[in-house]
């Protein structure tokens, strides 16, 4: 079992940046692909950002291309999400998730087997 804990989410202003961290336990997460998700309100969870467990291979959804850059430090079992030059849309609760199954990392939230609970980000206008 592989527990997930977000953190670093909160309210900034357009333009802003913030980076979120998602803290891993009960494994390591060198043998783990990660993901970023979020999901607005109202809205499908959408995929942002995946990335292997060796950390070699990142990819990025449509609305995460150039903006948002994902990271790991595996010794420290934990995985990061910078964003940059937040925009309003933006705003949404962003979730960690990890899986075992599919060592490239996946855009595809059913290839997730663990889930954090969510940290939310709020730009404001």
């Known amino acids: 079992q592989v527990q997930l804990v977000e953190s670093g989410g909160g309210l900034v202003q357009t333009g802003g940046s913030l980076r979120l961290s998602c803290a891993a336990s009960?494994?390591?997460?060198?043998?783990?692909?990660m993901g970023w998700f979020r999901q607005a309100p109202g809205e499908e969870r959408e995929f942002v950002a995946a990335?292997?467990?060796?950390?070699?291979?990142?990819y990025y959804g449509h609305s995460a291309q150039g903006r948002f850059i994902i990271s790991r430090d595996n010794a420290k079992n934990t995985v990061y999400l910078q964003i940059n030059s937040l925009k309003p849309e933006d705003t949404a609760v962003y979730y960690c998730?990890?899986?075992?199954?599919?060592?490239?990392?996946?855009?595809?939230?059913?290839?997730?087997?663990?889930w954090g609970q969510g940290t939310q980000v709020t730009v404001s206008s």
């Open positions: 998730a990890a899986t075992p199954r599919v060592n490239s990392g996946s855009s595809d939230r059913y290839d997730y087997d663990f």
């Open positions: 990335l292997s467990w060796s950390g070699g291979t990142a």
């Open positions: 009960g494994r390591s997460s060198s043998s783990l692909a």
